[in-house]
């Protein structure tokens, strides 16, 4: 059974950092598409970053030059580094395990989720 934990989140004020990890179980770490999404309230979820087997990034436009994903197979562990971070970041960030090693746009293509962990940041 696939777990994923995700841990890191915070409050923070405009124009600080966090570092979220997602440590994963149960899977051939590495092998596949890591990604995160975030849902703020009221909003619908979105993808932010995803890295795939090969360590091919992608990131949202919004969120270009500031988040760095990262992971350390050795570690089964997701990183989502976030500096310059705005209120409109504020939102539950979880991380996902797609079901390929390259990264789909779709979510139906991420079969194991976290449960999230809570990102607020205050102006």
């Known amino acids: 059974q696939v777990q994923l934990v995700e841990s890191g989140g915070g409050s923070v004020q405009a124009g600080g950092s966090l570092r979220l990890s997602c440590a994963a179980s149960g899977t051939t770490y590495g092998s596949y598409c890591m990604a995160w999404f975030r849902q703020a309230p009221g909003q619908e979820r979105e993808g932010v970053a995803a890295i795939n087997r090969n360590a091919y990034i992608t990131y949202a436009d919004s969120v270009k030059g500031r988040f760095t994903i990262s992971k350390d197979n050795a570690k089964n562990t997701l990183y989502l580094q976030m500096n310059s971070l705005k209120p409109e970041d504020t939102a539950t960030y979880y991380c996902?395990?797609?079901?390929?090693?390259?990264?789909?746009?779709?979510?139906?293509?991420?079969?194991?989720w976290g449960r999230g962990t809570q990102v607020t940041v205050s102006s």
């Open positions: 996902a395990t797609g079901r390929y090693w390259f990264c789909s746009s779709s979510e139906e293509d991420f079969p194991y």
